[in-house]
């Protein structure tokens, strides 16, 4: 059985850091890529960062690039998703989801589309406030 357990979500005011963690289990994690989306009620999913199955390739969303750090240690089967400058309008619940997309496949395209990944965590809520 598959799982991925977020944690590290709170609250905390602008200008804070928080760091997101994304504990897997029943899969042989290294085969999979993992990335980050989030969500706000009445709104699409929004990608957020994406790291490659060997944590060599990074991705970002605009809203997130130069604040945000994604990065993953395989040897303990996680992902990180390291949060700086945190702005209120950063303030969502955060997924971490796994997908098998290929190493090479070195295109943003592929890791921002939620359909490719194919397990989910069940979230966490990141507030920040003015």
């Known amino acids: 059985q598959v799982r991925l357990v977020e944690s590290g979500g709170g609250l905390v005011q602008a200008g804070a850091s928080l760091r997101l963690s994304c504990a897997a289990s029943?899969?042989?994690?290294?085969?999979?890529?993992g990335g980050w989306f989030r969500q706000v009620p009445g709104k699409q999913r929004e990608f957020v960062a994406a790291?490659?199955?060997?944590?060599?390739?990074?991705y970002y969303g605009d809203s997130v690039k130069g604040r945000f750090t994604a990065s993953r240690d395989n040897t303990n089967n996680t992902v990180y998703l390291q949060m700086n400058s945190l702005k209120p309008e950063d303030t969502a619940v955060y997924y971490c989801?796994?997908?098998?997309?290929?190493?090479?496949?070195?295109?943003?395209?592929?890791?921002?589309?939620?359909?490719?990944?194919?397990?989910w965590g069940q979230g966490t809520q990141v507030t920040v406030s003015s």
């Open positions: 989801a796994v997908g098998g997309i290929p190493e090479g496949a070195t295109s943003i395209a592929r890791y921002s589309d939620y359909s490719k990944y194919r397990y």
């Open positions: 029943g899969l042989s994690f290294s085969f999979y890529a």
């Open positions: 790291v490659s199955r060997s944590g060599a390739y990074r």
